[in-house]
């Protein structure tokens, strides 16, 4: 017993013969993914004027959806390329923790963006006073840490279990805890509490302050006199609660349908994952870019100056 030698990666059931055509979208979410978020990586170093809190927490954000694309896409095109289905135990590992940690990532700088807002809004004069460099260097290294802390112990605790020599299929192309979890022979209570606890301590805490920052805000702006003003001071918040949906709406599914949904078609468990790992940092670029303009013409500076280069 112990753990297993690998585990067996999954495509989309019941799509097997068509994995090449399915990974032309994937191959392509992934380079609008890396190429998005590049992009507003470069814009916002390169251009001084967007030397601003706001610019920061959105590079933040920008690096985070890089690393959960690369968390995921090394094995799901290897698996819809070469039906490559083989993870050795400790690969699989490593990568559970840095899909998970890069998700918990996503959330914390959500929530220090509708902090930023918070201060943009309420407190206008003292914004910048407020949101120091150091302020921000900081929020960002408290993020890591209270990251590594709630995912360290995880693939320890699977590390320990015993696994059943035949149980090695997973359901996904990727590892993902809930799923490694099930193949072990053996008592899961502590992980599945462990993971609760997470869960609920990172993104569940992240979610309810998100929600208590835009019910300040819309106290601060109601207060606003003029019409104009309101529009103006919750436009400023249209990129961000759009994000705050595009990472929370398929949070929510994969954890309903992995409490409720054990009577739905396999491929309805597998999308929504792929939803909730591949979708928000396909989004978030074209989302800024769009609503932003200040991001919009720097980006588009970018691609000037590589074309010219």
């Known amino acids: 017993m112990g753990p297993p030698p690998a585990f067996l990666l999954m495509g989309i059931p019941g799509m097997e013969a068509v994995h090449g055509w399915i990974s032309i979208p994937f191959s392509s979410m992934y380079t609008v993914a890396l190429t998005g ?12 004027s967007l030397h601003q809190p706001m ?12 690393g ?22 400790n690969a699989c590992l490593v990568q559970m923790f840095f ?13 220090a963006m509708s902090f930023d807002r918070f201060v943009a809004i309420s407190n206008p004069l003292r914004y910048a006073a407020v949101l120091t460099n150091n302020v921000i260097i900081g ?20 590390k320990r279990l015993n696994f059943c020599p035949g149980k090695i299929l997973l359901s996904h192309s990727f590892c993902f805890h809930a799923d490694v979890m099930k193949q072990a022979c053996a008592d899961i209570t502590v992980n599945i509490l462990y993971g609760l606890y997470a869960v609920l301590s990172t993104v569940g805490v992240d979610s309810l302050l998100i929600v208590l920052s835009y019910t300040l805000i819309l106290h601060t702006v109601m207060g606003l006199a003029s019409p104009r003003e309101r529009t103006r001071a919750l436009n400023t918040c249209v990129s961000h609660i759009l994000a705050v949906l595009v990472f929370y709406i398929p949070v929510i599914g994969v954890s309903m349908i992995h409490r409720f949904g054990r009577h739905l078609p396999h491929v ?16 978030n670029p074209i989302i800024y870019s769009v609503k932003s303009k200040p991001i919009r013409e720097a980006m588009l500076r970018v691609l000037r100056e590589k074309r010219q280069g």
Do not use: C, K, Q
């Open 55 to 66: 610019y920061y927490f959105l590079s933040m954000l920008a690096l985070t959806d890089v």
């Open 68 to 89: 959960l694309t690369l968390s995921t896409m090394p094995t799901t095109l290897a698996v819809l390329w070469f039906d490559h289905r083989l993870i050795g135990f």
């Open 37 to 48: 978020n590049g992009l507003i990586l470069l814009a916002v170093r390169r251009t001084p």
């Open 268 to 283: 309805v468990h597998v999308l929504v994952a792929y939803m909730y790992l591949v979708v928000p940092p396909v989004l």
């Open 99 to 111: 899909l998970h940690s890069f998700s918990v990532v996503e959330s914390s700088v959500l929530l």
């Open 139 to 158: 929020i960002g290294l408290a993020i890591v840490t209270r990251t590594t802390v709630s995912i360290f112990p995880v693939p320890f605790l699977l």
